[in-house]
């Protein structure tokens, strides 16, 4: 049996275990798992994956048992991060979900973080570690961090019954902040191993694209809801009474309102949280940023 042989079922088996290991992880804290999780999980598996074969090429000269192992443990770790990703987006949209649920998912976070930081506390006590894994961690890390502290905003607006009022300032700032390290830590990766290594310019310049529109995104929403009173008047309650009442944001009831230019009614809070995603009616579609015309 050839040496070449050998190496390779080694490399297959590290790669199931590998797996195994990050699956029974997932079972344990998410359970099963959600058709739209699977797809967007494969989605981005196979995205991902030819970032790694391209990384495979670059590193070529360093390419070990040891690497493809690390590589492997990298690639399952952001897998669990998607799903923590997903499932997060899933949990806001159903507040009312189990505690046992919400309990399973914030140890998750917490298992994840502490993944996370040992990995990287591991390279950077190997002297032969590559920067390119350290500095992966260091995403994962800062992602892991995000995404607990989001979960906390979450769990403080339920807890203040929708009342939260800066939670979608806080979370445009801290997503602004993330974004802007992985800009740093990108560009760390590839100007520091660029010389040696020929790191492709294509990810660095996809996070600055990702980076532009989350500062776009972030001044929209500054600029709308800095002047949410003055560009939207309050409901009266005669109106209220005379028009359908119930918010399509939340579907409630609605006492208080704001209503848009184009004439439809929405709690502020919901107004808000609604502005984090779009810039346009719910019920329309029309911009809710108001023209010079119609400002004049």
């Known amino acids: 049996m050839s040496s070449s042989f050998l190496l390779l079922l080694l490399f297959n088996n590290a790669a199931v275990a590998i797996h195994a290991s990050a699956r029974l992880v997932q079972r344990m804290f998410l359970g099963k798992l959600r058709e739209a999780e699977i797809e967007s999980l494969n989605e981005r598996s196979w995205r991902y994956l030819a970032e790694i074969l391209s990384a495979i090429t670059v590193f070529l000269p360093d390419f070990t048992f040891s690497f493809f192992g690390m590589e492997a443990a990298l690639f399952n770790l952001k897998g669990l991060h998607w799903l923590a990703q997903k499932r997060f987006r899933y949990l806001k949209a159903t507040p009312l979900e189990a505690l046992n649920s919400q309990l399973r998912f914030c140890s998750f976070l917490l298992f994840l973080l502490a993944v996370d930081s040992l990995f990287l506390y591991i390279h950077l006590l190997r002297s032969s570690a590559l920067l390119y894994f350290v500095f992966e961690y260091v995403i994962l890390v800062t992602n892991a961090v995000v995404i607990l502290i989001k979960y906390v905003f979450f769990v403080a607006d339920m807890l203040m019954e929708g009342q939260f009022e800066r939670k979608a300032m806080y979370t445009f700032q801290l997503e602004l902040v993330r974004d802007l390290l992985h800009l740093l ?33 972030y001044l929209r929403y500054r600029k709308i809801t800095s002047n949410l009173n003055e560009h939207f008047l309050n409901v009266t309650t005669e109106e209220l009474q005379t028009s359908d009442a119930t918010c399509i944001i939340c579907r409630e009831e609605m006492t208080t309102a704001k209503k848009l230019h184009c004439g439809h009614l929405f709690h502020v809070h919901c107004l808000r949280s609604w502005l984090e995603r779009k810039a346009s009616c719910p019920t329309c579609r029309s911009l809710i940023v108001p023209t010079e015309s119609q400002t004049a």
């Open 185 to 217: 830590m990108k560009s760390c990766i590839i100007f520091m191993l660029f010389p040696n290594y020929r790191i492709p310019l294509l990810s660095l310049y996809k996070t600055f694209c990702k980076f532009k529109i989350r500062v776009a995104d």
